[in-house]
């Protein structure tokens, strides 16, 4: 079991820590199953749109979680940015989403509700309106089965198009090269000399939207741990795709993401580039399904040292590194060739050849995934 909340399990209801997919359960306490509703267009999905489906998952013990098709955005709000298959894999991806209606009509009824026997449905404190200006939730208010969850502030889809256009850095983490030395030196250690959380969790100005986001589970016996690292900026199908088919790599995954702070991502990427910070990055990350831990301020090189301090195990790459990677790509991490793919700028510039170098040589060849994304 993946243990970032891959499989359904509710642990903020009254039965916390029940499995809600154990056939165990009598049928009486089937009965009191909590079944919550949300809808949306969950369009360039961000931290956002997982912390209100947190919340609303938090008022239940089962989130059922319409997305509307292309057309309906459309027709009340223009055109998505994203297709309408990819918001489904998105909202999927989120750990807190049991299951997804593809295609929820935009306005919220009554029988929506019924028709997925949900108790009740939850939105943020904010209004939504129909093409013709009528509260989409107007039906559902009046019968009493609507409940408000809080905004979450300082983020929108709207202020992320902003940044990109404006091409702006005021979002950025304010760490000075001091202090970003020191997180470097000193991540995954906290006053015990480590954090059960997230890597450097307690660097973060919101440690506590941090521990809401986490799952705080260690590795198991028997996991096998994965690292991977980059900028994950704007988190979008890519990263999605990349981190399920990570979590493939083994019957029992235990992901560890690496996330760069904002003076190194805008080192190698240049322009106002991230477009998120690290602390809106983290967020995002952990919202993933396939995510068990989040490393803040990872070095941008991938050391022996840092391979051994999560237990990366050399023994068990070499078929991950020959499955993910082609020749060329093996050239470029042992520094033979120039690369080429674009998409991958760390296994194909000179500066990802030295910063692999070392692990490659020392045999740690493929469960680390290192791709700047």
């Known amino acids: 079991m993946i243990k970032n909340g891959h499989h359904p399990m509710n642990t903020t209801g009254k039965d916390a820590g029940t499995n809600l997919g154990a056939t165990a359960c009598s049928p009486e306490k089937r009965r009191r199953t909590i079944r919550v509703w949300c809808d949306g267009c969950y369009d360039m999905v961000h931290y956002g749109h997982s912390n209100q489906l947190r919340q609303a ?34 909202v999927r991806a989120i750990k807190w989403v049991d299951e997804i209606v ?12 019924d028709k997925y026997t949900s108790d009740f449905c939850v939105h943020g404190d904010d209004i939504t309106l129909t093409v013709d200006g009528k509260d989409t939730y107007e039906e559902v208010k009046r019968s009493g089965r609507y409940r408000e ?31 970003y030395q020191q997180h470097t030196d000193n ?7 480590h954090s059960p ?30 690292y991977v690292a980059g900028a994950f ?26 996330l760069h702070f904002d003076q190194e991502v805008n080192r190698y990427k240049g322009k106002n580039y991230p477009i998120m910070n690290v602390h809106e990055r983290t967020l995002s990350v952990l ?7 989040v490393v803040i301020g990872a070095p941008y090189a991938v050391t022996r040292e840092l391979l051994d301090h999560f237990k990366v195990r050399a023994q068990d790459t070499t078929l991950v590194l020959q499955s993910h990677l082609n020749q ?41 995934l290192g791709l700047t994304l």
């Open 287 to 293: 919202a993933c399904r396939y995510v068990s831990e």
């Open 233 to 258: 900026d704007l988190f979008h199908i890519g990263h999605v795709d990349f981190l399920e088919a990570v979590s493939r790599l083994s019957d029992k995954p235990y992901v560890i993401v690496g």
């Open 57 to 90: 998952k938090a008022m239940g013990d089962y989130l059922i979680v319409g997305v509307h098709t292309d057309g309906e955005i459309s027709q009340h709000k223009g055109p998505p940015v994203f297709t309408q298959d990819e918001r489904y894999k998105m």
């Open 102 to 113: 593809e295609g929820a009509p935009y306005v919220t009824t009554l029988e929506t509700l």
């Open 187 to 193: 991540f995954g250690k906290g006053p015990k000399g």
């Open 197 to 226: 959380w997230t890597g450097v969790s307690q660097f973060l100005q919101t440690s506590q939207k941090i521990i809401q986001f986490a799952s705080g589970q260690e590795p198991q016996p028997g996991d096998t741990i994965i």
């Open 149 to 179: 969850c809080k905004r979450t502030q300082g983020v929108s889809t709207t202020d992320l198009v902003g940044r990109m256009l404006l091409m702006t850095k005021a979002h950025h983490s304010n760490i000075g090269h001091s202090d």
């Open 328 to 368: 060329a790509e093996h050239a470029n991490i042992c520094g033979n060739s120039q690369g080429t793919d674009q998409d991958q700028p760390c296994l194909a510039s000179e500066a990802s050849q030295q910063c692999y170098a070392g692990w490659y040589a020392a045999g740690y060849s493929g469960l680390v």
